[in-house]
Nanobody, 120 residues
Framework: QVHLVESGGCLVQAGGSLRLSCAAS????????MGWYRQAPGNQRELVAT???????NYADFVKGRFTISRDNAKNTVILQMNSLKPEDTAVYYC??????????????WGQGTQVTVYS
């Protein structure tokens, strides 16, 4: 079993920055893709950014140029640096990982989420 724990969400003024962190722990054989998703009230969960094990990144159009995703494979962590935040970025941000707890298994895991609130 792989556990994901996010941190870094808080209340921030528009135009400000936040850094979200996600640490994976537990029985980890390998982690391939990691990413961040978000869900605002009344909306579906949506992709924010993903990063492969070899550091290939993918961003949603609405965060390109403002957010940067990175990871540390040795520490099993993924970071989301968020700059130029807007009120519409307000949401619960979830960490996601495709991981193998054993050589035979592969599953998709979610963290509990961390609240980001941007006020104008």
């Amino acid at each position: 079993q792989v556990h994901l724990v996010e941190s870094g969400g808080c209340l921030v003024q528009a135009g400000g920055s936040l850094r979200l962190s996600c640490a994976a722990s537990g029985s980890i054989f390998d982690i391939t893709a990691m990413g961040w998703y978000r869900q605002a009230p009344g909306n579906q969960r949506e992709l924010v950014a993903t990063i492969s094990k070899r550091f290939s990144t993918n961003y949603a159009d609405f965060v390109k140029g403002r957010f940067t995703i990175s990871r540390d494979n040795a520490k099993n962590t993924v970071i989301l640096q968020m700059n130029s935040l807007k009120p519409e970025d307000t949401a619960v941000y979830y960490c996601n990982a495709d991981a193998r707890a054993t050589v035979e298994s592969r599953d998709n895991y979610w963290g509990q989420g961390t609240q980001v609130t941007v006020y104008s």
